[in-house]
């Protein structure tokens, strides 16, 4: 017995230098850190999460996401 999970760690991680990596993708990032702040999504980046926990739920995988990890209030 077990459960299909993915754990996003640190999804809130500002752009890092490594091309799309999840957490630091420079075209989409979850959050928009344009504005000066972490309080909003990146609309492009949430697009792209939406998809992939489209695909993951197809596949019967189960999601956890932290956004209380890296990003700076």
């Not at 957490?23 to 000066?36: F, H, I, T, V, W």
């Not at 990146?42 to 890296?70: C, M, P, Q, S, T």
Request: net charge negative.
């Amino acid at each position: 017995m077990g459960v299909n999970v993915i754990r996003l760690h640190a999804a809130d991680a500002p752009i890092g230098e490594e091309p799309c990596t999840w957490s630091s993708c420079k075209e989409a990032p979850l959050l928009d850190y344009e504005r000066g702040n972490s309080l909003e999504f990146n609309k492009a980046g949430l697009d792209r999460f939406d998809y992939f926990v489209a695909k993951l739920k197809e596949k019967g995988i189960y999601l956890h996401i932290d956004l209380l990890v890296a990003r700076a209030f």
